[in-house]
């Protein structure tokens, strides 16, 4: 077998070389005066053999050009073997360099065209070395005229291969060209060569000038094939430059002139072509990237809602739609880092499109969130795709070091047809809500929509509630209030404390309270932007009030903490409002502190040391509460208002008020008791030596801006 894989090469190294021993004759015997002839194609030829298949061709360029130099007149065939050498070094040494700059053998664009242009001019240098010495030596010819020789040599080397190399490699690109493009490169090639059988016929009389006619239609191949179309209108104009040679001025000037403008005519169509290409490439690259997700490769949201629109209109049947959110995919991220969640989701997409069928189009909209488009497509079957992803999901695993991480998904169903009313939207928020009723039981599993479920009525609710608040925040409909939090330790104080409370005016113009309203705004990602506008308004009244005993309370949110650069946001409104950082009460339920203390407490210790108070918001309500105390840069409590209220009738409340405020005096941190509607209450809550109160019986809530700067208790 080894012996037989020898015995082939060696057969095709015969071949090639007696093709090429067969092409340079002919080119030789078509140019009239050989040592001026412009066109050597055997090492041009000789360096797209070696480039394509391999170093193992170099016999075929010696062999060539050896049988070409003992039939063009060289008077010793140590002459001849000489000048084989030198022209095998010329295409070795290209090769290494095409091959050391990783030159892309298709010459498809202007970079690499632009490098075997370069590489062609140094790699035919050795030529005009070594062939002056020859001709000046052993010719016996001035250094002036071995000079002259020595740059025709050089020009023709340059000049073949330029042309007959790139005609050979490129000739791999031709089946990337469509059919169109084919057939006007066919057409466009024809009428040059009629043009040069033209300039051939009218050459002997009215000179070679008409070379330039050629120039529009090699230009026009390029435009329409690249390089490819480049390379074969050159051949034609080389051709046509061949066959004007026998009546056109003999002299060396005037060969080497129409070779150098025949060469212009090249590197220009050369050029053409490759910068088409590259315009070309970069627009499908464009088309590609405005319909594809740069992460996973997969379709992207506009490309998903543009399929979605074309089956809505298209072919009565029923489609399906499942919408995909990953489980738990937050905690890795957070774990191991952006970088291991972005490899996390390209392994995934590429699993999850091996394991669709051929009739289903998968998509990434966003995030950790996926969609799946399966047209004429029956219940049954989305069902068993749905359950196909749910088990590729369930068996992805991610390893990142001693740990190992599994998801999960929720995965929403809906179905629609063409032509049925339905829009991209309804068809999109339906396969949502879906999704979220998946999660909401439970997550991991499978959910169908149903018209009337009572999850997806509520779950359109919501969405309602959420456009209608991002329509009230455009508006302005929100509304700042304030109650007032009293000093009941020391009646000589003259603080003046409020908290800040959010009111929305609905379309009766009634106020609504923010526990009815704020879930909604938390579950669908717009609290951080209503904490924005609260602080913004709230910094804006402490900015207006010349009183600087003037306190305001106003609550964040667990997403503003989770915001990076949250404590930045904060510290920067003393300075643009104009008041004073103790005049600005951060308040922050213990559960949000407690879900977030890792990222925030670093963020709330900077504060707390720039002269802003803290407060822990509902203390007592969560069991880590004593624990917790000891890492939050806190200085004031707010009482869990659930033990004030009881306070007269359960003696356990007082009991536990009693533990939270000895444990937070130790720290040197005040209390508050909320929702103090009842004097006994108040009495009891002094005794147990509680610093602030606020509720009903002492302040009624009122528009922030209606508020008096001095308020008696």
Known sequence: MKISGRAGFAARVALASALLVAVALLAAAAQPDTDYAPVWPATALGLALMWRHGLGYWPAVLISNFVLAENVGVISPWLSLANALLELLVALLALYMLRRFRVDIALAGLKPLGTFMLIAAVACIPVTIVFPAVVMFVFERPFGASLQHGFHYWAASFFSLMIFT???????????????RMGRLALLLAATVLVAAGIVVFARTTGEQMLFLLLPLVAACSIVAGVTGASAAAFVVTLCLILTEAGADPSPLATQTRLLFAAMIIVTAYLLGAIWADRRRASIELEHRARHDALTGLMNRYEFERRLYAALRGEAGQNALLYLDLDQFKLLNDTCGHMAGDEVLRELGAALSRALPSSARLARLGGD?????????????????????????????????????SLGVSIGITWFAANTGDTVDSVLGRADVACYAAKEEGRNRVHVYHPGDAGMLRRHWEIREASQLQAALEAGRFE????????????????????????????????????????????????????????????????????????????????????????????????????SPRQLCLEVTESVAINRLTRAVDGMKRLRRQGFDIALDDFGSGVASFGYLRELPVSLVKLDGHFVRDIGRDPAAALVIEALVQVAALRNIRCVAEWVEEQSALDRLRVLGVHYAQGFLLHRPEPLRLLETVVTT
Do not use: K
């Not at 009111?503 to 704020?518: H, I, K, P, T, Y």
């Open 166 to 180: 790139p005609l050979l490699v490129s000739a791999s690109q031709l089946p990337a060209i469509s059919f169109h």
């Open 369 to 405: 969130e996926f969609g799946c488009l399966i047209h004429r497509c029956s219940e049954e079957t989305a069902r068993d795709i749905a359950e196909i992803l749910l088990h590729t999901i369930r068996d992805f695993r991610y390893a990142s070091g001693d740990l190992q991480f």
């Open 480 to 579: 700042l209030y304030a109650q007032r939090i009293c000093n009941i330790s020391d009646s000589d104080s003259d603080e003046r404390f409020f908290e800040v409370l959010l009111r929305l005016a609905d379309e009766n113009g009634e106020m609504v309270s923010a526990a009815e309203f704020l879930p909604v705004a938390q579950r669908y990602g717009m609290i951080s932007l209503i904490d924005r506008w609260v602080l913004e308004r709230a910094s804006a009244f402490l900015g207006d009030q010349p009183d600087p005993r003037l306190r305001l309370g106003v609550n964040l949110s667990g997403a503003t903490l989770d915001t990076p650069g949250f404590a930045e946001m904060i510290a920067a409104l003393p300075v643009r409002y104009g008041f």
